[in-house]
């Protein structure tokens, strides 16, 4: 099994502690930590050129392949950010900027993810329900978030972090080892169906969302969906993309 976690803090600090201690707890898991700190990651321009071509036309070249490549290789990724400002570091937010277009063309459908957000006071519900919401669209079977307090840093605190850190890679372990996709909600359906019209209205710039929608019906992989179920998201979709259309 292959574990890899992705640091989102600018320092080695309280969230990096957290993941590496994980290291003695599990020693017989392939399990690596990547510092974003330590890599070298552009500052998006949302010119949307990975999103209309294909991110193989982003005309930043850094180390974002890389880190894509990692999480590809294993089985299970976890994303861990302190919270800054009642939000995810800025490190996190660009790292998820450059990998946005993938919200629109998911694959991660048979990887695992677990959130992890650290705090001094309040804000890591925050950071944590933003980090899930989006990278979750990536297709991920998001198995758990987890909020931390890392403000004393007594032994009792860092003890109990420790803790609850080990339960929750008892969790994500198991789910890999289960192998069971999660099913998707409905407004995953609807996500879906928006996503798939949208690329057909647009897909003469959008080139690479319509070439990966053309060939999609009802989701994104064979999904047996209860008729009706599909039938409401489709209309649901509907309605937003009348919307959509009318502001153009």
Request: hydrophobic share 35%; proline share 3%; net charge positive.
């Amino acid at each position: 099994m292959k574990l890899l976690a992705i640091s989102g803090s600018p320092r080695k600090g309280g969230t990096y502690k957290v993941l590496n201690s994980m290291k003695e707890k599990f020693p017989d898991i392939d399990y690596e930590i990547i510092s974003l700190k330590d890599m070298q990651l552009k500052d998006c321009y949302g010119c949307y050129t990975c999103i209309n071509r294909g991110p193989e036309y982003c005309p930043l070249k850094d180390d974002r392949d890389i880190i894509l490549k990692k999480m590809e290789e294993a089985d299970g990724v976890v994303f861990a950010t302190p919270t800054h400002t009642r939000h995810v570091s800025v490190l996190m937010k660009k790292f998820m900027d450059k990998l946005g277009y993938i919200a629109h063309r998911p694959y991660f459908f048979d990887k695992y993810a677990l959130f992890i957000a650290t705090c001094k006071g309040f804000g890591a519900d925050m950071a944590n329900e933003y980090m899930s919401s989006n990278i979750g669209q990536f297709g991920f079977n998001v198995v758990s978030t987890l909020d931390l307090y890392i403000s004393t840093k007594s032994e009792a605190e860092t003890q109990y972090n420790i803790e609850q850190t080990v339960q929750a890679f008892e969790k994500l372990i198991s789910a890999i080892q289960i192998g069971e996709r999660s099913k998707p909600t409905f407004n995953d359906l609807v996500y879906f169906h928006i996503f798939k019209a949208i690329s057909e209205l647009n897909k003469k710039e959008g080139i690479a969302d319509y070439e990966y929608y053309k060939d999609k019906t009802d989701y994104y992989y064979d999904l047996k969906i209860p008729f009706y179920k599909n039938r409401f998201a489709k209309w649901v979709a509907g309605k937003e993309i009348k919307k959509f259309s009318e502001n153009k």
